[in-house]
């Protein structure tokens, strides 16, 4: 008999036993195992696994995540805060052990020295922590064939950095990279799960934004001491536009129109002009003060920076009309000491007209020479001053506009009438430009 026929003859006794005894206790075979698989002198936790098939080759890591939840995602600091359950996957055939028939399904550790961990760190990284309430939520299983499941729940605030041209039209993309630190690729690899890589919680709500989809896909790095394999996700947000039309667009908007109320008031109610002009002034410059306080510094205009700026341009626009139409004014009382003079003018030219026809009469009639009391119609002063009437009574060209703006007597009320037309029309338009040309810009950036 052989040594291969005996060792059979053995295990199936031993199995034979331990089914005919089932109340054995199998945590008590765990401590057995353990102290078998991970005594001094049998492991060393410092030695890498072996490659596949027991070569000597990169050993092979997978790794999935399990993202709980998303916290923050802050535009000003350009980063965003995950808690997630981190799993790493791999073969160590020194943990392999006795199941006893598929009795034991695998061994849980609680300490991560005891066995070889992957050296794995997450690159864009600024803080993170464990969590240890009430227990430290970290296990580690073993499985008979040697495989080690490491699991840890952690959370994390990554860089994110953020291109905001199209605020608040924008989508984001953040990624989480992690890597090995030590290890290069000659030997230790990472690679993603082949069945649900990432997976995220079903409700998970994020405040001003959507998390659209995510992608998978690797990383690997080369610098001066070697390649190192790297692996990476990114989250695709779309920001929620809803917040942003309540609280930015809607009130800007009534703040202009708000403006426009002073084109219908009366033009001498100078107080009541002002006062609506400078007051909309100052709460749309403080509006827009509070807008650039929540976003970064950047170098380029974004596409909030061009609604508030044309915004504030009408706001502005809407006093400075107000000051045309009080110089309008002004300007009017002297056009109407004018027509006064004009009609003196046509006075004083009615009035030698006659004085020259009983002249004429008197000469005919008298046999001596007489000074007149006026002058001769002939004479160059009067008729300088008969042209410069006739200038003012020149009648004007007829036209449409004339004719509908005449049915205003002055420049200034005319202004205003204009104003009312001209503004809405030319914000109608600005809207009309503004928002095919960000939501196009959006689209073709999303395709």
């Not at 690997?220 to 536009?241: A, H, I, M, Q």
């Not at 046509?346 to 004429?360: P, R, V, W």
Request: hydrophobic letters at 40%; charged letters at 20%.
């Amino acid at each position: 008999m052989n040594n291969r026929t005996l060792f059979i003859i053995i295990a199936h006794v031993i199995h034979v036993v331990l089914c005919s005894n089932p109340k054995l206790n199998f945590r008590e075979k765990e401590k057995e195992i353990l102290d078998q698989i991970l005594g001094p002198g049998r492991y060393d936790a410092r030695i890498r696994p072996s490659g596949v098939n027991g070569t000597d080759g990169p050993a092979i890591v997978r790794v999935n995540l399990f993202v709980r939840s998303i916290a923050t995602i802050s535009d000003i600091k350009m980063e965003y805060s995950v808690q997630l359950t981190f799993r790493e996957q791999w073969l160590d055939e020194r943990l392999k052990f006795n199941d006893y028939g598929e009795r034991l399904k695998y061994l849980t550790l609680t300490q991560a020295n005891r066995v070889w961990m992957p050296d794995l760190f997450f690159s864009n990284e600024k803080e993170g922590h464990f969590h240890d309430i009430i227990m430290p939520n970290v296990y580690i299983r073993i499985y008979p064939d040697g495989s080690v499941l490491y699991s840890i729940r952690i959370s994390l605030t990554l860089s994110c950095p953020m291109n905001l041209k199209l605020y608040p039209l924008d989508r984001q993309i953040c990624s989480l990279r992690m890597a090995s630190y030590g290890w290069t690729t000659a030997d230790l690899v990472f690679l993603w799960k082949e069945v649900d890589p990432v997976q995220v919680v079903k409700n998970l709500h994020l405040p001003r934004f959507t998390l659209e989809k995510f992608l998978t896909d690797y990383c690997n790095s080369k610098t001066n001491t070697g390649e190192y394999s790297c692996l990476k996700v990114d989250l695709l947000f779309k920001r929620e536009f809803s917040y942003y039309l309540i609280q930015i667009y809607i009130p800007c908007c009534m703040l202009v129109i708000v403006s426009w109320v002073s084109f219908w008031l009366d033009q001498g109610a100078v107080p009541a002009r002002v006062s609506l002009g400078v007051t909309t002034l100052l709460t749309m410059a403080t509006q827009t003060s509070g807008i650039n306080a929540s976003l970064p510094p950047v170098s380029y205009t974004k596409a909030i920076d061009v609604w508030t700026g044309v915004c504030l341009t009408f706001v502005f626009g809407a006093l400075l009309e107000f000051a045309l139409v009080n110089y309008a004014s002004r300007s009017d009382m002297h056009r109407e000491n004018m027509k006064k003079q004009r009609r003196q003018c046509e006075l004083e030219h009615a009035a030698s007209m006659d004085a020259t026809s009983d002249l004429m009469d008197s000469d005919s009639n008298a046999t001596f020479a007489m000074k007149p009391l006026v002058r001769h119609p002939g004479d160059p002063l009067s008729m300088e001053k008969v042209r410069q009437c006739e200038i003012h009574m020149q009648p004007a060209r007829p036209n449409c506009c004339r004719s509908w703006l005449s049915k205003f007597p002055t420049r200034s009320k005319r202004i205003d009438v204009i104003s009312r037309i001209t503004f809405p029309l030319v914000f109608a338009l600005f809207n009309v430009i503004y928002w095919s040309t960000y939501l196009f810009r959006e689209e073709a950036e999303e395709s």
